[in-house]
């Protein structure tokens, strides 16, 4: 497939038409994209045609020419999210991006990382982490339950701050980082999160931003406007770039926070260095972190042309979401059960359904195991089943390639499923 031809044709209509232009075994239902991405087959050809080129002189490429490929990808995002490029830095994946923000901080016994019961689960326990080693700042956790209102998130939201920036501290210097998710993974939701910056921003608390399933799903963005403090997201999701690459954007105003990416690269400077000249170049020290295959990094723009040939962010995301929205109430009567999110205020391009297991069975690792095994290896399809607030849930991706007739192999894959993991608890409790 080379991606200069393809694109002089006219794009196939989304649904199953769309599955020739990706590369899964054609038994494969395919309604967990928001997981791992997944890898268009344009995309694919620009990484095998940049991999020979890196491969043919890997002294030119990687001291000469990958600069010019990463500073033009900096660029064409920055445009895309509403920032500056030289704001803009790409990392390999949202973890290590919001890792590197975490750890730049400096933090004094007393002040205070805010995290939420939705978090992802390795992002909360690099808070704990955080919170475990001196001077052990303090880790508060904001109750978010699923089903709720985005305007009871956005109160309770303001009343948790509230509690934690009334008490003060003696010197005034106190330092409150809140992690918040732009899309949170498990369950599926989109939330209030400008609005929770502009919760922060008014009380004094720095605003984090795990966005890593943003770029791609959510249109629209400016982040100029909205302002968040640190914003990281994931392009090998939505976006169709080859995994694992992420955009770290880190406004200027901020850019005096970031002492060293992970690893720290040759182009840091300490203090106590005699060539010290004050603070130092955000986006070169991104430049060079250590030996790396670039190809996922610089594949970024190259999924960005297979968009716009589709049409573009405005015409994906309509189908998506509006199939996201019926797919989910289809699966919903299939099984007997509800959408978590009859209204669609959390409802971008990730749907959230009930599952029919009872809320006593509990999400141990035999049981996520009968529900993998039984949906990957004997129906050929994926959601990922998820326990909240005493249910159990399955979250379904709508993409480009799905139609509403997947979610009924869905449906049928979880019945079975289901069945499975109700015989082995039967078994384990007798």
């Known amino acids: 497939m080379v991606p200069a031809e393809l694109y002089k044709t006219v794009p196939p209509a989304f649904g199953h038409d769309v599955l020739a232009l990706f590369g899964f075994n054609p038994n494969y239902v395919n309604l967990n994209h928001g997981s791992y991405g997944s890898l268009a087959l344009p995309v694919r050809a620009f990484c095998d045609e940049l991999t020979d080129e890196v491969e043919s002189n890997p002294d030119k490429f990687v001291r000469i020419?990958?600069?010019?490929?990463?500073?033009?990808v900096r660029e064409r995002v920055a445009k895309l999210i509403g920032a500056e490029t030289d704001e803009c830095v790409i990392v390999n994946n949202t973890s290590h991006g919001l890792a590197t923000v975490l750890r730049n901080f400096i933090f004094k016994e007393g002040d205070i990382l805010v995290g939420a019961t939705t978090t992802y689960g390795s992002m909360h326990q690099m808070l704990k982490y955080i919170a475990d080693i001196p001077p052990y700042p303090v880790?508060?956790?904001?109750?978010l339950q699923f089903p709720t209102s985005r305007a009871k998130i956005i109160q309770d939201f303001e009343e948790h701050i509230k509690k934690l920036t009334e008490t003060g501290d003696a010197t005034g210097e106190r330092k409150i980082v809140a992690l918040i998710d732009s899309i949170a993974g498990h369950p599926g939701a989109f939330l209030p999160w400008r609005e929770m910056v502009a919760i922060c921003r008014k009380a004094g608390v720095i605003s984090v931003i795990d966005g890593a399933h943003s770029i791609g799903q959510e249109v629209d963005l400016n982040l100029s406007e909205i302002r968040p403090d640190f914003w990281v997201s994931n392009c090998h999701k939505w976006l169709f770039s080859k995994r694992g690459s992420?955009?770290?954007y880190v406004p200027k105003r901020n850019q005096h926070f970031i002492k060293s990416p992970i690893p720290s690269p040759v182009t840091y400077h300490s203090p106590h260095d005699s060539d010290y000249q004050g603070p130092q170049d955000f986006v070169r020290l991104f430049e060079w972190t250590g030996t790396i295959d670039y190809v996922p990094q610089l594949s970024i723009g190259a999924a960005m042309d297979f968009r716009e040939w589709l049409g573009g962010e405005h015409k994906i995301n309509a189908y998506t979401h509006a199939l996201a929205?019926?797919?989910?109430k289809r699966?919903?009567?299939?099984l007997g059960?509800?959408?978590m999110d009859p209204d669609g205020e959390f409802t971008l391009n990730i749907v959230n359904v009930e599952i029919p297991l009872s809320g006593d069975v509990e999400s141990t690792d035999e049981v996520l195991r009968i529900f993998t095994h039984t949906l990957i290896l004997q129906w050929q399809t994926f959601a990922p089943p998820f326990r909240h607030n005493k249910k159990w849930w399955v979250r379904c991706s709508a993409q480009i390639w799905n139609e509403i007739s997947d979610f009924d192999v869905l449906a049928n894959a979880l019945k079975d499923a289901c069945s499975k993991v109700e015989e082995h608890v039967a078994q384990r409790n007798n």
């Open 65 to 72: 020419d990958c600069i010019h490929y990463w500073n033009r």
């Open 139 to 143: 880790l508060s956790t904001f109750n």
């Open 337 to 339: 059960t509800n959408v």
């Open 331 to 334: 699966l919903a009567e299939r």
């Open 246 to 248: 992420a955009i770290l």
């Open 325 to 328: 929205i019926a797919g989910g």
